[in-house]
Each structure stands twice: as structure tokens, then as C-alpha cells.
Antibody, heavy 118, light 111 residues
Framework: QVQLVQSGAEVKKPGASVKVSCKASGDTFTGYNMHWLRQAPGQGLEWMGRTNPNTGGTNYAQKFRGRVTMTSDTSISTAYMELRSLKSNDTAVYYC???????????WGQGTLVTVSS | QSALTQPASVSGSPGQSITLSCTGTTSDVGSYNLVSWYQQHPGKAPKLIIYEVSKRPSGVSDRFSGSKSGNTASLTISGLQAEDEADYYCCSYAGSRKFYVFGSGTKVTVL
């Protein structure tokens, strides 16, 4: 079993960047992919991308390429998602989720609210 | 606009069975058995309740079951209970270009 604890809420101005962290415990951190998803207020879930902490490899949704970077620090079992050039419609709850069983988001962090407002 | 189509709402009385649909295309639901379902209560993170079309994670009630036919996946909740009132999202793997696509979600109301 995996437990994921995310960093706290952020308020950013348009054009700024935000970096959200996700600390994992339980299963071996390098044994599964870590995904990032978001949910705008009152909206559905949107997949942003994933990282493989073992290899450092990443895959990003086309919508976010060039604006997002997903990394991990295996020494502290923590994954990061940085989103740049923030716009008001990036206001959302951002989630990390593990992929222990291939193709699924097995365990989720509690979510991090990022508010983009001038 | 979500890639997978779900009804906006479904309701049922306690003890009844309801079925939620999730319609995709031959590029996602129809091509892969990597369809999963997530339950989300208000203000909470989503929770995996069905994976690989019909498998249940440990600890998930056997009142939840999943299936797939062609481009449409379905989630059935039997013996509906008040605690089942939540939003339900389907998700499918969609290949190495799109990776994962979601439905817009179905709000389940227990009458």
C-alpha cells in the first residue's frame, strides 16, 4: 500500500510558476510510476502526465508540454510537478497518484489547491 | 470536452441496482482493457473502485462491478446505499499519444 502526502495550497499570480510536491511512503518509491492529474472547480479529472522515479522518464499530455516538468527525488521518496506561465484557468486541485498496478491510479494524494489570481 | 461520454446524473432508491455507462471510441475503450472507475465524494480525492474493466481492489465492496462491450464500459452498483452517493469517473488508456482519457463524471443520487 502507498500513502501520498502533498504540499499545501498555493496562491499565484498569472505568469508565475508553481511547484507541488508529493511525498510517498509504504511501497518502494522506485517501483511504480507517479502521475499528476488536476480538477478545476466543479469540473472533471484531467491527466497531466507521469514520471518514472526509477528512470527519470516522463510523459506529458500534449496540452501541457513545454509548460510542465515532473521530477522526483528518490532519496526522500518525493515527486514534484512544476507548472509555469500560470493562467487563471489553471486554478484547480492538483493530485498525485501512484500506478502500482499498470494502467491504474491506485492511490491518491489529498490534493493541492492552486489558485491563480491577480 | 471530455473524451469519454458519461451521463451527467443517475439516481436510484436504496437497495436498487443502477448502471453507469462510459462510451469511448476504438482508440481508447474499444482497444484496451485498461478501463478504470473512480469514486469521488465531495471535497475528497478520487478512489479507485474498478480496474482493468472488471477487477476490484482489495477492500472495495463487491456491490461494485464493471464490464465492457465494444466501445462502452459500464459500472453497476447493486444494493444501492446512501454512502454510494458520489461522483463517478471512468478512465481509459488511449495509447502512447493521449495516454489516459477521462469521462466527465456521473453524479449518483440515492433517493
Amino acid at each position: 500500500q502507498v500513502q501520498l502526502v502533498q504540499s499545501g495550497a498555493e496562491v499565484k499570480k498569472p505568469g508565475a510558476s508553481v511547484k507541488v510536491s508529493c511525498k510517498a511512503s509504504g511501497d518502494t518509491f522506485t517501483g511504480y510510476n507517479m502521475h499528476w492529474l488536476r480538477q478545476a472547480p466543479g469540473q472533471g479529472l484531467e491527466w497531466m502526465g507521469r514520471t518514472n522515479p526509477n528512470t527519470g522518464g516522463t510523459n506529458y499530455a500534449q496540452k501541457f508540454r513545454g509548460r510542465v516538468t515532473m521530477t522526483s527525488d528518490t532519496s526522500i521518496s518525493t515527486a514534484y510537478m512544476e507548472l509555469r506561465s500560470l493562467k487563471s484557468n489553471d486554478t484547480a486541485v492538483y493530485y498525485c497518484a501512484s500506478e502500482v498496478v499498470a494502467g491504474n491510479f491506485d492511490y491518491w494524494g489529498q490534493g493541492t489547491l492552486v489558485t491563480v489570481s491577480s | 470536452q471530455s473524451a469519454l461520454t458519461q451521463p451527467a446524473s443517475v439516481s436510484g432508491s436504496p437497495g436498487q441496482s443502477i448502471t453507469l455507462s462510459c462510451t469511448g471510441t476504438t482508440s481508447d475503450v474499444g482497444s484496451y482493457n485498461l478501463v478504470s472507475w473512480y469514486q469521488q465524494h465531495p471535497g475528497k480525492a478520487p478512489k479507485l473502485i474498478i480496474y482493468e474493466v472488471s477487477k476490484r481492489p482489495s477492500g472495495v465492496s463487491d456491490r461494485f462491478s464493471g464490464s465492457k462491450s465494444g466501445n462502452t464500459a459500464s459500472l453497476t452498483i447493486s444494493g444501492l446505499q446512501a454512502e454510494d452517493e458520489a461522483d463517478y469517473y471512468c478512465c481509459s488508456y488511449a495509447g502512447s499519444r493521449k495516454f489516459y482519457v477521462f469521462g466527465s463524471g456521473t453524479k449518483v443520487t440515492v433517493l
